[in-house]
């Protein structure tokens, strides 16, 4: 059975709502957890705006090999690997309680700095994604101000930023290279 590999991008941000909602008390429910811009969030409820900000190519894997189909002479085309940027803004009634989630999601990722096994939803395996990195993504004043300026409307509010790295995205497209089948040596007697 085929894995679809659509839903890479989706099932990691699955993935680390899941995390957040199973470790952080004060997310422990679905309606919490927003993937909408800080745009997109109404300032007066409780929510944590987990917004993907920017995906790129990850640089340190761009020179994966293409994958053998089973001992065929078909090969899958080399997979992609991303770096997906994730900025996480809280939203509650007052700036104490939005001080202590921003605590307890710095400490989360920092103890558990690895998306693994039963951390993997959706299709995150079938696509061979093992193990995903999250690390801090320590931006500067001038990034947050740049960043902050593409939400109008919205006032920079303290956010935590984080690169998901590498998650894997496998190619779907076939290519066909003929096997060596014959070896000719090219020797003649003299």
Known sequence: MAVDTGTVIR????SLKALLKANVPELND???ISFGSPSDIDSSTMKLSMCLYYL???PSMRNSEKEEIGGTNEFLYPPAYLDLYYLLTPYAKD???EQLILG???????????LSGSDLRGNLAGCGNEKIRISYNNLTIQDIKQLWEVFP????????SYLVSPVRLPA???????RV??????IHPI
């Open 11 to 14: 099932d990691v941000s699955t």
């Open 30 to 32: 679905d309606s919490f």
């Open 56 to 58: 790129s190519h990850s």
């Open 95 to 97: 700036r104490e309680t």
């Open 104 to 114: 307890r999601i710095f400490q989360l990722f920092h103890e558990h700095p690895v």
């Open 153 to 160: 409307g919205k006032p920079a509010k303290v956010s935590l």
């Open 172 to 178: 779907d497209k076939k290519i066909i290279i003929p």
């Open 181 to 186: 089948q014959v070896k000719d040596l090219g």
